[in-house]
């Protein structure tokens, strides 16, 4: 049995409708991944992560309508947060930071303004002061996928949310704690999802 072309395998995880379906990338993301002869499993990674952060800004506008969010910003951030593994292929399978700030640097090269390329560098840096809640929900979308809970995080975006609303942070984090289970109730069926497709081409 013979394997199929790179081309077909990144479409698919590109184009194919998921269980549960999951939504497109932005066409200028899914565009760039082309161009750029993605791995098939980063493909299918960024559109897993993006499909969460659209759940979680959906989630973020109904719940704290206050709260000033760039949604596209998030969405966008979540599409391209991992892109640098394309230039570093062994941190899909292994640990590795160099791919964060290769990709905010791939990201300004093709054209991408800093306030988008920076979810690149930032989405594992919740822990600086000057992070956003923009920064915090990429970087909460890239854990909950596989239902992954990381307290200061959720902690730090807590408080961001009883900025906005003036609720209590028990509240928030009671509001926060319901839908992050909801979400990680489907992580078995992304991470087969994201299984489904090769590392390399």
Known sequence: ?????PAPLLSRALDAPG???????????????????APPRLAA????V????????????????RAAVDRDAVHFGAATHDVGKVLYPGELT??????????????????????????????????????????LLVSLADKVWK???????EDRLVRELADATGREPW??????DEVLTCLGAEAGRRLAFQAAFPVGG
């Open 1 to 5: 049995m013979t394997t199929p072309p």
């Open 19 to 37: 269980e549960p379906p999951l939504r497109p990338l932005p066409p200028v993301v899914a565009e760039l991944l082309r161009s750029l002869e």
């Open 45 to 48: 990674h960024l559109r897993l």
């Open 50 to 65: 993006h499909d969460v952060a659209v759940e979680l800004t959906a989630w973020v506008r109904d719940h704290a309508p």
């Open 94 to 135: 292994g640990p590795g930071s160099a791919h964060e700030p290769a990709g905010r640097d791939l990201l300004l090269r093709h054209g991408f303004p800093p306030a988008l390329a920076r979810f690149a560098a930032t989405h594992a840096s919740w822990g600086d002061p000057a992070v956003t809640i923009e920064d």
């Open 147 to 153: 239902d992954r809970r990381v307290p200061d995080l």
């Open 171 to 176: 509240q928030e984090y009671l509001a926060l």
